[in-house]
């Protein structure tokens, strides 16, 4: 099957790209949001190709997954296809619902040709979906391995432009974090975030837009992974840092209380219970080792990229057969 995608979510799409499919993603100049081309960071197959919108028409796509709203919009204007009429489409609904929650209307509510896929089961049922078909796919991510060494007495958060996007992200909980261990900060727009806080860089310092593969080998010699999210659907370097047999601490908010059970890490929505465990790991190296194999254990079993791209090779299979039917 050739599956038309735009490139939005590193990390979701590595996985995605693992499958069995042919992928074309849309190119732009300077490589905007609308056309990011293929990754950077990332390491993907050649299974997939960069288009520019101009040599979409020429494509002959089997099947559009769309994850954002204006994308069916640019999808009729680079190759005069309708989402979910002239070619099958699924929408993959990444985010937690903004607005009035619980009362967000989904974009897509008020039609019923384009199913909605949710990657959590909290964000299903938080969504307004009216009468779009929904259904659920949750993560499946590539293994890094268990990597885990735990050697350096830090905790490690991953999180992308923590400045603008502040509370949703936790940016506030680093200081009260920072008490209980010092923080290396990962992700986009992160340079100079100690300073920027007001925390110094003794007691956070930050490693901008590390390749995905430097990254995991680094977090794994942190004693701890701390997940400081609020309201964000699943953080998938919070699986990846499972996966690497790290022990986690978490807020207890959105899907992160079904994605850690009790035995993979510490949970809370109480910010002295998030400083204390993360200080209990910094203290006892052993404990934190025993929970992050735990830890891993569980990601493994429940986010495995196999799992994954079966759930997804049905639902793309289904929405293909339905369009042929219609």
Not at 253 to 269: C, D, M, Q
């Amino acid at each position: 099957m050739k599956i038309l995608l735009w490139h939005v979510h590193g990390s979701w799409t590595t996985a995605f790209v693992q499958g069995s499919h042919e992928y074309v993603v849309p190119v732009v100049p300077g490589r905007t949001p609308d056309g990011l081309g293929r990754a950077l960071t990332w390491t993907w197959p050649t299974s997939v190709r960069e288009a520019e919108p101009g040599a979409l028409r020429d494509e002959e796509v089997d099947l559009v997954v769309l994850q954002r709203p204006h994308e069916a919009e640019l999808l009729e204007t680079w190759t005069g296809l309708r989402a979910g009429i002239d070619v099958p489409a699924v929408y993959c609904e990444h985010n937690t619902p903004g607005g009035s929650v619980p009362f967000t209307r989904h974009p897509l509510a008020e039609q019923a040709v384009i199913p909605v896929v949710h990657v959590t089961h909290f964000n299903q049922l938080f969504w307004d979906c009216g009468a779009a078909p929904t259904t659920v796919v949750e993560h499946g991510i590539v293994d890094p391995g268990y990597l885990y060494t735990g050697e350096l007495p830090r905790a490690a958060i991953c999180v992308n432009d923590p400045l603008r996007r502040g509370r949703a992200v936790g940016a506030d909980l680093f200081a009260p974090l920072s008490q209980a261990a010092p923080l290396d900060v990962f992700g986009l727009r992160v340079e100079g975030l100690g300073q920027a806080l007001g925390l110094g860089a003794q007691r956070v310092r930050s490693f901008d837009d590390v390749r995905q593969h430097e990254m995991h080998a680094a977090l794994a010699h942190r004693r701890v992974y701390v997940h400081t999210a609020r309201w964000t659907s699943l953080g998938l370097s919070l699986l990846e840092a499972m996966q690497l047999g790290m022990p986690v601490v978490a807020l207890a908010t959105t899907e992160s209380i079904r994605a850690v059970p009790p035995e993979a890490g510490i949970l809370s929505t109480r910010v002295d219970d998030l400083v204390d465990a993360v200080a209990m790991f910094i203290e006892e190296p052993e404990r934190a080792s025993a929970m992050g194999q735990a830890s891993r254990m569980v990601a493994l079993d429940r986010y495995g990229l196999a799992r994954f791209l079966t759930d997804w090779d049905a639902l793309l299979s289904e929405a293909r057969e339905q369009q042929q039917h219609h």
